[in-house]
T-cell receptor, first 115, second 109 residues
Framework: EAEVAQSPRYKITEKSQAVAFWCDPISGHATLYWYRQILGQGPELLVQFQDESVVDDSQLPKDRFSAERLKGVDSTLKIQPAELGDSAMYLC?????????????FGPGTRLTVL | QKEVEQDPGPLSVPEGAIVSLNCTYSNSAFQYFMWYRQYSRKGPELLMYTYSSGNKEDGRFTAQVDKSSKYISLFIRDSQPSDSATYLCAMKGDYKLSFGAGTTVTVRA
C-alpha cells in the first residue's frame, strides 16, 4: 500500500539553528499539505501545494518558515531560525486532487524538539 | 471560539465497552466530516468519511452527523485494547481541513 514518506522522524535542535524536513507524497497525488500539530491539539495547516504552486500559506510564519515543491513531487519545509515554540510534530499529507471529496493521507510525521 | 470543539478526555473504558466520541462545530459551511485515528508518535489515519446527516457504519465503527445541531459522533462497539489511540474529528467545506483537538482513548484489557 502506498504511503506518504517523511524524514527525519525525529529532530532535536537548538534555538536559532536551521532545520529542514522532507516529504514524499503518494505517487500521483497532485496536492501536498504541511501541518503542524502541537501536543494535545489537532493538526493545523501551514501550507498547501497544488503541483508545484502554493495554494494556501496563510498560516505559515513566513519570517522563519519556507516551503517548496520544485518539481511538483517531493517537498521540503524549512525553519530558520528555530524557536522554542516551534517544538511540535510536523505532518505531511497528500491527496489525489484538492477537491472537497478527496481524502488526505498523512505521513508518520517529524517530531521536532527545540532546546 | 474554535471552529471545531472536541473534549480531549482522556477516556478510559474496559474491553468490550462502547466508546462514544463527539465534536461540535460552528461553521455552517462544513459539508464533509471525518474521523481520524492517531496512534502515539504516528500520523493520523482516516477511519470514517461522511458527507450527509445520518449514520454510516463500518464494522465496529459508526459515524453520526447531525447538521442541524452541528454535532458529529463516533461510536466504537466491542472496543479492543488495539483501539487505544487519539481520535480526531475533522471537517471541511471546500478544501481546508479543520481538526478538533483529539480525544485520547484507553481500552483496558
Amino acid at each position: 500500500e502506498a504511503e506518504v514518506a517523511q524524514s527525519p522522524r525525529y529532530k532535536i535542535t537548538e534555538k536559532s539553528q536551521a532545520v529542514a524536513f522532507w516529504c514524499d507524497p503518494i505517487s500521483g497525488h497532485a496536492t501536498l499539505y504541511w501541518y503542524r500539530q502541537i501536543l494535545g491539539q489537532g493538526p493545523e495547516l501551514l501550507v498547501q501545494f497544488q503541483d508545484e504552486s502554493v495554494v494556501d500559506d496563510s498560516q505559515l510564519p513566513k519570517d522563519r518558515f519556507s516551503a517548496e515543491r520544485l518539481k511538483g513531487v517531493d517537498s521540503t519545509l524549512k525553519i530558520q531560525p528555530a524557536e522554542l515554540g516551534d517544538s511540535a510534530m510536523y505532518l505531511c499529507a497528500s491527496s489525489l486532487r484538492s477537491f472537497s471529496t478527496d481524502t488526505q493521507y498523512f505521513g508518520p510525521g517529524t517530531r521536532l524538539t527545540v532546546l | 471560539q474554535k471552529e471545531v470543539e472536541q473534549d480531549p478526555g482522556p477516556l478510559s473504558v474496559p474491553e468490550g465497552a462502547i466508546v462514544s466520541l463527539n465534536c461540535t462545530y460552528s461553521n455552517s459551511a462544513f459539508q464533509y466530516f471525518m474521523w481520524y485515528r492517531q496512534y502515539s508518535r504516528k500520523g493520523p489515519e482516516l477511519l470514517m468519511y461522511t458527507y450527509s446527516s445520518g449514520n454510516k457504519e463500518d464494522g465496529r465503527f459508526t459515524a453520526q452527523v447531525d447538521k442541524s445541531s452541528k454535532y458529529i459522533s463516533l461510536f466504537i462497539r466491542d472496543s479492543q485494547p488495539s483501539d487505544s489511540a487519539t481520535y480526531l474529528c475533522a471537517m471541511k467545506g471546500d478544501y481546508k481541513l479543520s481538526f478538533g483537538a483529539g480525544t485520547t482513548v484507553t481500552v483496558r484489557a
